[in-house]
């Protein structure tokens, strides 16, 4: 099995910062990407950022130039630096990693347990 241990999460001031961090452990060949995603009340899940194994990255629009995401793959570990937050970033973030874990083995994606973020005005 593959499990994700996220931490970082908490309650913010708008315009304050928080530091999101996923741990991946277990049963794992390679690894395809890394990513966040966040749910908001009422919402559907959406993509926040993504990292591929060679350091390709994407943002959504709406975090483009506030949000960073980068990942140790000695460590099997995703970091997102959240700057200039804002209340509408207030969701639950859910660490998602594309793994295998044999080399015959098709990537599968696995999920964390989320990780509250609220942002007060």
């Known amino acids: 099995q593959v499990h994700l241990v996220e931490s970082g999460g908490g309650l913010v001031q708008a315009g304050g910062s928080l530091r999101l961090s996923c741990a991946a452990s277990?049963?794992?060949?390679?690894?395809?990407?890394m990513g966040w995603y966040r749910q908001a009340p009422g919402k559907q899940r959406e993509l926040v950022a993504r990292?591929?194994?060679?350091?390709?990255?994407n943002y959504a629009d709406s975090v483009k130039g506030r949000f960073t995401i980068s990942g140790d793959n000695a460590k099997n570990t995703v970091y997102l630096q959240m700057n200039s937050l804002k209340p509408e970033d207030t969701a639950v973030y859910y660490c998602?990693?594309?793994?295998?874990?044999?080399?015959?083995?098709?990537?599968?994606?696995?999920w964390g347990q989320g990780t509250q973020v609220t942002v007060s005005s």
């Open positions: 277990g049963s794992i060949f390679s690894i395809n990407g």
């Open positions: 998602n990693v594309e793994a295998r874990r044999a080399p015959f083995l098709p990537f599968s994606p696995y």
């Open positions: 990292v591929t194994s060679d350091d390709g990255t």
